[in-house]
Every structure is written in structure tokens, then in C-alpha cells.
């Protein structure tokens, strides 16, 4: 492969990958330009960024997933090359192809490698040609409503039905039984059709006791495939990950062996450049092929930090043809890391949508400790994209220590302004299931069906709180003090942490 070096890279994203990728590129003396919306000029990645573009207003559609918004600014910038972060254009081959096609490097598979891989339907032929085993369903031409019943009364109940565009955990309707089969797969096609264009679906067997073990994969400049081992993702909430882990506690050696080597034969032969995620099912020593995904991964930093691996510098410098490794090199994963994703919503409340100014952020800086956030003070967390405001990863010589570390980590994280999920990933984290490392997909909607409780006060705290209350109206807190008072009645402004039950000051 050519090499061409990157002097200035576009990123077509925002929040905390966008962070991430500037970090990055300032490792490597690269230049960034940030393509974002108008709403986006509060936030981290804006103040890092060397240059910025502002490509359209708050609505994804109209900033953020419009192609030619997007191209017209990175061109318009003079970067060389794009990053395409995770979600929005990434995994978008149309995309990829018009960023190659204006002569800038996509930091990413080529268009045709993503459309074999990244397409569910397309991928799954694939695995087939190689063996590997897929999860029993139907991914064929015919999407007549009778036909797919019948298809889906031979699978037998219980049948999930995907959208074949779908992606991050949307399109998807289970079928329990006969009488809403024909219900159920129209009401797929429909949602598929308004939300990805496309109302073709296919049909999987659902499986009710499966864990999400993933693969991370790498292809290196010179074509060489290969996998930086497993990350368990099984705390999902409506298919989506919650918390991550690398390596997963449930894979014996010959198994990850096993399954690392299906990975690896999937992606060989595609053309494939840069990283990739392999994504299986696995029903106790089974597993099954669920999609893979053409990108970099949310869940990325876990591998990072058992392998001492960057996996953003290698996909810049692998794009301009500058990047070798072996599996040898890699070395095997060392101790054990934990990733939570922090959203900003209620969950007192189910997990309702909060929005709001930051008023307040601390995280506990500390060895093992990662924090990787898209807002600071002052910044407004809006309800235009995804709520996950930062992700907190920890690392640890094993599971038990690491699982340790991310509760205190988590205590001692302060977020004024708006509601975390915080408590939850807590209450998670604290459970025997999880502990043991035996959860499966089922783990949340099984025990966490309910909104979890808010904290209750004894008498005692409750008097306790009123009266700090008032004596916090006539004070406020001296420099970085922690609970040193000094009186200044003109500027109070504490606010009452529930989750740690104190007051913090702000
Ligand atoms: P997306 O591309 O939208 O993320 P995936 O196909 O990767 O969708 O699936 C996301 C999650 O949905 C999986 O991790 C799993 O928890 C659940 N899921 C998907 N397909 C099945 C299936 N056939 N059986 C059981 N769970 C499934």
C-alpha cells in the first residue's frame, strides 16, 4: 500500500469520540478540523479542536448524516484525510465512497469491504461460504407477509425480526407466537422502511439465554488480519450495551480460541482495512455470528487497556499505509478493565431523557482510572443526539478489583446539572449475576424491569439535610476546600448529591 502522510484530519462527529480522535491526532502532530452542528460549539470537542466547521443545524439529519454537508466541509477545510467516529456516516459505504472519491483518505474500510461485512444480510453469506456458524433464521429475497410467517412458525418461537438496514439496537420486534407473527413483521417493515429507507427485514431465531461476546479486529496496512481478543457486552438495555468488559469471564481458553479464530477467517479475504468488531451470540458453549460492525467500537478503550494498545492511532496511521502488527506482537491481554457508559437521564424514572447546562463535573483521577467526556462546565447536554454524555473505564489486575474500582470511581464522580444514570450502573454492578459473571442479554429487563428506587433518608438525615440546608444559605464553600465554610451569604450554590448523600458545592 502507498504511503501518504496525514497532516490534517476532518472529524465528522461530536461528544466524546470526537475527544478521543483529537487526542489522537495530537499524539501524532496531526491537525484537526471539527465538522459540527450549530448546537455543538459547547462542548469539549469544539474548545480541542485546531479548526472548526460548523455543517448545519442541531438535527442529525440536517448536519451530522447529511453527506453532502459533511464532504463540502471537509473538503472545504483542506483536511487529507476523515475520521468517521462510530454511529452517524461510519458505517455508511455511500459515504465512505464520496470521502474517497474527493481525493481525501477515509479512515475506515473501503466502501465494497463495508458493504460485504457491514451489511447484515450480505455478511451473513459470507460466514456461510467460511462455516462459521450463524444463528437459525431467514435472510432471503422473498418479504411477502405470508411467506415470512410460515418461515417464522419453522424457525420456531421465539423469532426476533431485524430490520436489514437496522443498526444500534433499533429495528428490531419479537415474535412469541403464531397469533402476532403477521402483525409483528409488518409492523417491522414499516418501521424499517421510515426509519432506514429500506423495508426489507429478515428473521432470526431469538435466543433467551445468550451472552454478547464481540471480537475486536485489526488489518493492517500490509493486509495482515489480526484480533485483539473478546469484550463481553451482555448489559444491555433494549439491545443496547450499557457496560462493557474485556476479557469476558465466561470463555474458557479453547473456546476464545475457537471463537477468535472464526473472527479472524470472517475478515480474511474482504479487502478489510483498519478495525473491525465481530459480534456472536453464545448459548452455553455455542456461538453464532450476529453482524459485524465496520468501525471503531464505543466499547474500544476495555481492549485498549488490557492490551496497552491504541487502537485510533493505528487506524490513522494503517489509513496512510504506515501500520504493521503481528498477533505475536499483541501479546495476550493483561489484567482486566470495565467500561460504563454514562447517559444523562432519570433512573429514578426508567431512564427518562435529562437535559441541561453541566453545572458541575469532577471525575477521580487515580491509576487505572479513564475518563473520556464530551462536556465540561458550562456546557448544555441537549435532546438532539444520543445521551450518552462520557464513559468512565477502569482497569484492574483482575474482575473482582476492577468491578471495586468502578463502584468507587462511580461514587466519587460528581455531575451537577443534569440526571445520570450513576446509581443504576451501581446497583448493576453490585448484583450476584453480574459479581459471578454469568449474566446473560436477559440481565436487565430479569431484574431491572422496574425503576430502581430513589435513596431514602432516615429521620436522622432527613434532619440532617434541612438543617445543612439552611446553613448552607448563608455560606459557600472556599476555594477547593472540600467542606471548608466561609461566609459569603451572596453566592450560595450547593446542590444535594441523593446518590452519595451529601452536599456538594458547585
Ligand atoms: P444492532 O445492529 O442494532 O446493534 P444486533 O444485531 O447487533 O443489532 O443486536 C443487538 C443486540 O440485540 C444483541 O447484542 C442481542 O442482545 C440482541 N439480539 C439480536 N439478535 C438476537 C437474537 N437472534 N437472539 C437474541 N438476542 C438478539
Known sequence: MKKKLIKKIAIANRGEVAVRIIHACQELEIETVLLHSDVDINTYAYRLADYKICIGSAPSAESYLNIEAVLNGAIASGADALHPGFGFLSENSEFAKRVTDSGIIFIGPSADSMDLLGNKINSKKWAQKKQIPLIPGYEGQNQEVEFLTKKVIEIGFPVIVKAAQGGGGRGMKLILNEQEAKAQIESAQRESKAAFGSEQIFLEKYLDNAKHIEFQIFVDSTGEVVHLFDRECSVQRRHQKIIEEAVSPSLSPELRSKMAQSAVELVKGSGYQGAATVEFLLDGQEYYLLEVNTRLQVEHPVTEMVLGFDLVKAQILTAQGDFVISQSELGLPKGHSIECRIYAENPFLGGMPSTGKILYQQWPLGPGRRFE?????????????????????????????????????????????????????????????????????????????????????????????????????NFQISGGGGDQLSANPSKTIFEFDPFCKMWRGV
Open 373 to 473: 467526556y464530551a462536556y465540561e462546565k458550562d456546557d448544555s447536554v441537549t435532546e438532539y443526539y444520543d445521551p450518552m454524555i462520557a464513559k468512565v473505564i477502569v482497569w484492574d489486575t483482575n474482575r473482582r478489583g476492577a468491578i471495586k474500582k468502578m463502584k468507587r470511581v462511580l461514587k466519587d464522580s460528581i455531575i451537577f446539572g443534569v440526571y445520570t444514570n450513576i446509581p443504576f450502573l451501581i446497583e448493576i454492578l453490585e448484583h450476584p449475576d453480574f459479581v459471578e459473571g454469568i449474566m446473560t442479554t436477559q440481565f436487565i429487563s430479569k431484574y431491572f424491569s422496574d425503576p430502581i428506587e430513589p435513596p431514602t433518608f432516615s429521620e436522622e438525615e432527613t434532619q440532617w439535610i434541612t438543617d445543612t440546608s439552611k446553613k448552607l444559605q
